[in-house]
């Protein structure tokens, strides 16, 4: 066997065992596979997916740029970040609605993120801790970053409410429409490249439209912004959906949009 047939082997070896560990780490029990023998089954996945996977650090991803080339200021948008915070205790927009919270969770993760993930409200647990994404949804969020080849402290995480709704209700319209400018701020301070919203509120706040999920999700969009360029934005399902209807079907759709995300930072897939 010549040298360049056996680089070539290794190659192809090193991809499929890259698809077969984000696709475990997301929860996804497949691996699609092209068909050879008749006595092959098309859902049996290749041998290297039932081998036993290394495991693949995931590499930081690689800080925000802007013109000129320097790096982005990380500490004056953070400085930044924690004035929002402090103006939003000082107004309380929560006060407006009945909300049933401890704490204010207000967000984190890297002030200078190209990935910022918006979801709709905290949990009894970010109630409890002040963080967001950190109880059950919270837990498959972090395996989705990793399947993408990033760490939850190089993207940034929040939600439309900053409190906890009562009983986790989904946001109203109105309340959506009273937090809406602390959320707006937020993104134009962290200003990542691109915006993954997690389930509906997020998504028909940030797009302004009604449409459903199925309609919105798969396809690339955009937020906005008055006198800056325009963020790309990717709805998909909200990691707590997932948990409630966890089928191969709603996993392969956020999968798929995850993976044009990774197209959209150059992240390989």
Known sequence: M??????????????????????????????????EAPAKQASDPPEEARAAVPHVEPAPIAAAPVAGGEQRDRAEAQRRLDELR???????????????????VFGEGDPCARLMFIGEAPGAE????????????GQLLDKMIAAMKMR??????????????????????EEARICAPYLFEQIDIVDPEVIVTLGLPASRLILDR????????????????????PIPVMPT?????????????????????????????????
């Open 152 to 173: 939850r402290e190089d993207v940034y995480i929040c939600n439309v409410l900053k409190t906890r709704p009562p009983g986790n209700a989904t946001p109203t319209v």
């Open 86 to 104: 402090e103006r939003y205790e000082r107004d309380a927009p929560h006060s407006k609605f009945v909300t049933d919270h401890t704490n204010i």
């Open 126 to 137: 970010e109630d409890r801790t002040g963080r967001p994404f950190v109880g059950k949804a």
């Open 2 to 35: 010549s040298v360049s047939t056996q680089t070539d082997l290794a190659r192809a070896r090193r991809l499929v065992i890259q698809h077969a560990e984000t696709a475990r780490l997301l929860g996804v029990g497949f691996v699609p596979v092209r068909v």
């Open 210 to 229: 009604e449409d459903s999920m199925g309609n919105m999700r798969g396809r690339w969009h955009e937020f906005v912004r008055l006198g800056r360029a």
């Open 237 to 269: 399902y909200h990691p707590a959906y997932l948990l409630r209807s966890y089928t191969e079907e709603n996993r392969k759709k956020v999968w798929s949009d995850l993976r044009l995300v990774m197209d959209r930072l150059g992240r390989a897939t």
